[in-house]
């Protein structure tokens, strides 16, 4: 059975910095597209990072840059997050496309999704 879980969301304060995990079960991450996503309220959900380990390439949205570092590790995705901004609240959910041959944001491409990971950045 195909799971993704987050973890490593929480309360910080702007400037600060987190680092979220995704880990996958029931399925390896050969030739697969990882993503982040977020949802703040009332707006839709966007795409933050995704890697893929077909090519090794990585993908940020242009609000993260430079401030957002994805890798991974065996059947750990994980998103480093420096710098947060009050702007950068929201739920983080990662995804897989198991068919993927690079890194991409379309959503609905990707087949599974986790269950999300609350990330507040406030003072």
């Known amino acids: 059975q195909v799971q993704l879980k987050e973890s490593g969301g929480g309360l910080v304060q702007p400037g600060g910095s987190l680092r979220l995990s995704c880990t996958a079960s029931g399925f390896t991450l050969d030739y697969t597209a990882i993503g982040w996503f977020r949802q703040a309220p009332g707006k839709e959900r966007e795409g933050v990072s995704a890697i893929s380990t077909g090519d090794d390439s990585t993908l940020y949205t242009s609000s993260v840059k430079g401030r957002f570092t994805i890798s991974r590790a065996q059947n750990t995705v994980y998103l480093q997050m420096n710098s947060l901004k009050p702007e950068d609240t929201g739920v983080y959910y990662c995804?897989?496309?198991?068919?993927?041959?690079?890194?991409?944001?379309?959503?609905?491409?990707?087949?599974?999704w986790g269950q999300g990971t609350q990330v507040t950045v406030s003072s």
């Open positions: 995804a897989a496309d198991l068919d993927a041959d690079f890194a991409h944001l379309v959503q609905y491409e990707y087949d599974y």
